[in-house]
């Protein structure tokens, strides 16, 4: 499965973004897709995941709420909104495809990653 994401940007405080995880590979219809985030000098940190289906959604404690995490199984894409954005949610922004779960182990293929700076 290869993933690539698209949708960074700078937005203001408040502000929102949208990204986007486009797959290719017959696999990642019957995979979970999930967020994850990395700030300078930090480690990557769990977003959100949703199940291959789209049945089930989970979501970190700092987005809970402002963010919302989607899929188009029929285009192999994934999504972020994000909404009420924060200047503590400016990172690099990375989808992968695997099992259901917040940790980074269980997830068996990684995009690029993509900007989302928050900043007035």
């Known amino acids: 499965v290869r993933l690539v994401e698209s949708g960074g940007g700078l937005v203001q405080p408040g502000g929102s973004l949208r990204l986007s995880c486009a797959a290719s590979?017959?696999?990642?219809?019957?995979?979970?897709m999930g967020w994850f985030r990395q700030a300078p000098g930090k480690e990557r940190e769990f977003v959100a995941t949703i199940s291959w289906s789209g049945g089930n959604e989970y979501y970190a404690d700092s987005v809970k709420g402002r963010f919302t995490i989607s899929r188009d199984n029929a285009k192999n894409t994934g999504y972020l909104q994000m909404n009420s954005l924060k200047p503590e949610d400016t990172a690099v922004y990375y989808c992968a495809a695997g099992r259901f779960n917040t940790f980074v182990s269980r997830y068996d293929y990684w995009g690029q990653g993509t900007q989302v700076t928050v900043s007035s």
């Open positions: 590979g017959r696999t990642f219809n019957s995979q979970a």
